[in-house]
């Protein structure tokens, strides 16, 4: 009995042996005499052959999308791309579909619109390549997790029921704590840094939410976000050098385990070498010459913006990445420490990505004084920060980090054009189910 799937490739292994397996009938081609049942296990869809001679059940008992336990012979064949195919011999129905599904699961892609696919998602993510846009996910989230265990960042769990926004602005959902006002997390910023007093370098994989009520490509109201903190930096450079080599680490980490699905994507990656960089003054005043644009806000990026910076930078330099430095400080929230030979500046960045902002970072003001007076600046009461400076009035290194999108990233890596796409179960202002 293989409890854990199989891949065609794997059959050898099991040369004129009977085995057992479980999976769904993901589509039955008739022949003239014969029939190839494709079985979809746990990790590949595997060609089954079914024959009256061999099979001691009709044909006309199968019907796709049915859960079954099969019993089958691996046997030679020549015309079978891996040279071994599945003979069936004997067939247990463990369920059966109560009627035909609404879209025709097992084309090359589910031809449906977005709203469709994400309508009927347990049933659309059955098709194999739209099934591989998460196995995809999930090697991202396990190269950066190799990656940062590696260089010796602990993995931390922060709450999502917290007592105020660490982002700023009002995108921010409150929710009935005990008769107490609280909200759900917008980022763990505060909680990386406090951890980074305490363990020096720190990461978390979670979600994250946001009251956006834009209804965008890019914006999820919940969202995974990849976050590292790391202590004793002497500069911000420092953080896109370590997600340089997270991204590297990662790619590579794909390469090795995620053939399959790559090649399923119809992906080739992108390759890294030195990630470029430019100020976010500059970008703003090359992509208006280039494009004959007038800039309308010099304090921010719009995503038309992003996305012609990119199609400069990949013009020039051939990288698919570009990190973009140096964000206003009335763009950036508090706990962001300004450029000492500019206070209007942030000593923070962007990283961009086929035309999308994928990640923001930066140092962080880890002295007492200096968070107090810019928190007393911007008109913020300090009092409501006591938990938050806490950490800064007993000590803190110098730190940074980032917040990296983690469907941002799948989507673009997948060539799709939505985040959503990348989305098991969307969050967004229309969609609350399934
Ligand atoms: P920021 O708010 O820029 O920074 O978010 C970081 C990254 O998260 C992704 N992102 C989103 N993805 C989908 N839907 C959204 N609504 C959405 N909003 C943001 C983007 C973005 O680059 N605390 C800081 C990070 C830090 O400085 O460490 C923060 O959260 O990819």
Redesign the pocket.
């Known amino acids: 009995v293989i409890k854990n799937g199989i891949e065609a490739e794997e059959l050898k292994n099991f040369m004129g042996k009977k085995v057992t397996l479980h999976g769904s009938i993901y589509k039955i081609r008739k022949m003239s005499g014969f029939a190839f049942v494709l079985l979809r296990t746990k990790r590949a869809v595997v060609q089954c052959i079914y024959s009256e001679e061999f099979a001691t059940f009709a044909l006309e008992e199968l019907v796709e999308e049915s859960t079954v336990k099969v019993e089958a012979e691996v046997i030679l064949e020549e015309r079978s791309k891996v040279g071994y195919e599945l003979r069936l011999l004997s067939l247990k129905i463990l369920s059966k579909p109560l009627e035909e599904a609404p879209v025709v699961i097992h084309n090359k892609l589910v031809e449906a619109s977005i709203d469709t696919l994400l309508n009927y998602r347990p049933i659309t993510l059955r098709n194999e390549r739209e099934r591989a846009i998460f196995k995809l996910q999930e090697g991202i989230a396990g190269g950066f997790r190799k990656f940062l265990a590696e260089q010796k960042f602990t993995e931390i769990h922060s709450p999502k029921i917290v007592q105020m926004g ?2 700023g602005g009002a ?1 921010i959902f409150s929710l009935n704590y005990f008769g107490k006002e609280a909200y759900l997390a ?4 505060f909680y ?1 840094q406090m951890m980074v007093g305490v363990f020096e370098r720190v990461y978390e994989i979670a979600p ?1 939410f ?1 009251a ?1 009520k834009h209804d965008t490509s ?4 919940e ?1 995974t ?1 990849v ?3 790391m202590g004793y930096i002497e500069s911000f450079e420092e953080i896109m050098q370590m997600e340089s080599c997270m991204l590297k680490a990662t790619l590579s980490y794909l390469k090795e385990y995620y053939q399959k699905e790559l090649f399923l994507l119809n992906i080739s990656l992108p390759v890294i070498e030195e990630i470029p960089t430019i100020r976010f003054n500059e970008a703003k005043e090359l992509v208006a010459k280039e494009y004959n644009r007038t800039i309308c806000d010099m304090s921010d990026f719009e995503p038309e913006e992003e996305k012609l910076l990119c199609e400069i930078i990949e013009r020039t330099t051939g990288s698919e990445f570009v990190f973009v430095t140096h964000y206003p400080s009335s763009k950036r ?1 508090f ?2 420490m300004e450029d000492p030979k500019n206070t209007e500046e942030t000593l ?1 960045f ?2 961009l990505f086929r035309g ?7 140092q ?1 003001i880890h002295d007492f004084k200096e968070q107090v007076d810019k928190l007393l600046k911007r008109g913020m009461n300090v009092e409501d920060f006591q938990s938050y400076l806490m950490m800064h009035r007993y000590g803190m290194p110098p730190h ?10 799948t989507s673009k890596l997948c060539n799709q054009n939505n ?1 959503r796409y990348a989305t098991l179960f969307p969050r967004d202002i229309n969609r609350l189910q399934p």
């Open positions: 660490a982002e995108n917008q980022s763990p910023q990386k994250v946001r956006e890019r914006h999820l109201n969202y976000s976050d590292f903190e929230p706990y962001a923070s962007d990283l999308l902002e994928i990640t923001t970072g930066g962080r940074g980090g980032l917040g990296l999108g983690l469907e941002r990233f985040v």
